[in-house]
């Protein structure tokens, strides 16, 4: 019995408007029926996209300054300067297959970088490790955490580094 | 903005170039007569669009796989795109594509909301996570290979998943000669301009013209449907997904069935869920379609192969179906809560609207109708079985169940929300035609 009546919240208006449904099939002047039922659904479902077509007009109108902005624009607006930073400046001079460190970046950051950086190929990794990588990608603060590197570029408060192999 | 939309019409352009030459090899693909499964010229352009951008794209990875550069290989269909339009000109100039009437104002509303759709597409680059993640990282390792090596997408998340999306914006890399990421998700709604035109010509071509305006905005309105075209999730397959089973829904619903056929087969090349849907409807039409038999094998092992090839080629599986990972579970209590994840995604007002609502209310009415209609059977198993695998997949993934099905849910519905539109209005329209036929005698 429990069991039966925890069913009943799911017996909601849902399947009673479909039991409604089911009754029809047994009334006469069937197809008027139907047309009805048709036609309310149909009427209803309208009266709920008039709400859909209002927010997309405004979404579009929000969007507007953006029309005439640039691709590289639109780039920056969502993720910074991350595609100056990776794509325009570093992945140049990261050979193919080269494995770039990402020190203390974001999973946003680093899925960003693992993308502008190809081919060469990118992980995300902390200070404590222990291997010393080849390829490094570091904050400004960070580094000197670093020893002996070479400074390939520096752009946007990020260091691509060169260090010696362990 | 421009670049925009030359990319997008670009795309469709050649696209359906392509694909007119392809169905040029089937029989059934335009006559010259006003018969149901005659296509309309804006309908031939669509389908001609869906069969051309899979084609061009699978051919482009089996030639990648030999060592011709992505560039070269559209290079090499050019001249096939350009012939396909020539030779098909003067199916478009016989008589005029829209007529002026009272479905003129169907199409000046669905233009409007292709261009508010266009608009905000367009103003923002791909951001959502499985764009970030896999898509369009896919398109910057194939821009810069301009080939296909199995060891390309172990880099990224879900380097099993096809190559349909990843090649399109490789190719608009490659005729643009920069990434740029705009004009790569632009051209992507050449599949939205289709799939648009084509739901609109088979809606006034199905339903009651009293009931063609509220249903078609309101399906075009609906709030998912809005977000993989417009919004958040443009750049991601899901919704390309959708458009292939639709088509295909509308060239069985008007009894062609080989370019049914021939066009679901690309859907699984955008996603692989969409090999489901292959799998079951070519079953049915075994079963069902004895004329069409010969076809199902020709075309299915024919586009099989590549698929097969990518898989091996590639060298990943699908990470949802991992049996030798299942671990103890309450295994009754999991398919039931996926079961009902789907109830509750059906029922749910803010997503869908009543599109399920109208589905299950024509379906329940017009049952004894459905269970005669032949086409309707194959669509009703093909759509159950989609459904079925991913409550399948909800119970047995490894990934924790509520936040799997909470991320994926609508996505998932979305593939066979489209083609579940058309069934509807073709449900809704046999009545119709029951009453011409009448009337007719």
Known sequence: ?166 | MIINIASAIFVLLYGAGVGMMLLSLTKNHRKNDESDSNLSPLLFIASSFFVGAGGVTLAQFLLSLVGVPISASLLLFTPIAFFGWWINRFAFLKKPVITIDWKLASWIGVVFLLAIFFLRASGRTIYVWDGVAFWLPKIYALWQDQRVFPSTFIEFNHPEYPLLLPMIGANVFTVLGQANEVAAKSALFAFTIAGIVAFTQFILKKLPSHWVIPFLFSSLLIYIFREHVAGEYVGTADILVGFYLMMGTIHLLEKRVVLAIITWCFAPWAKTEGMIWVLASSGMIFLLFKEARKSLFIFLPFLAFPWSVYNRAIGFSSQYFKFDELYPRPWIDYAVYSIHAFREEFRNLEKWGLAFYLFFAVTILRFKKILFDKALVVLFVAAGAQVFAYMIIFTIAPEEQASFIAASVSRLTLHIAFSVLCITAYIIGMERKQLNGAKAR
Do not use: C
């Open chain 1, 1 to 166: 019995v429990n069991k039966l009546e925890a069913l009943l919240p799911l017996l909601g208006w849902f399947y009673l408007s479909l039991s409604g449904i089911f009754l029809f099939l047994f009334v006469r002047k069937r197809q008027a029926l139907e047309s009805f039922v048709i036609s309310m659904i149909l009427f209803a479902w309208m009266l709920l996209s008039i709400a859909g077509l209002k927010q997309e007009i405004l979404l579009a109108e929000q969007g507007k300054p953006r029309w005439t902005d640039s691709w590289q624009s639109k780039i920056h607006q969502e993720i910074g300067s991350m595609y100056q930073t990776y794509f325009e400046v570093f992945h140049p001079l990261v050979p193919r297959g080269a494995l770039v460190h990402l020190f203390e970046t974001s999973t946003l950051e680093f899925h960003v970088a693992r993308m502008y950086l190809y081919p060469a190929s990118v992980i995300q990794a902390g200070f404590e490790r222990e291997y010393t990588p080849v390829y490094a990608v570091v904050g400004e603060a960070d580094a000197n955490k670093l020893q002996n590197g070479e400074v390939l570029a520096r752009v946007n408060g990020k260091i691509l580094m060169k260090l010696g192999e362990k």
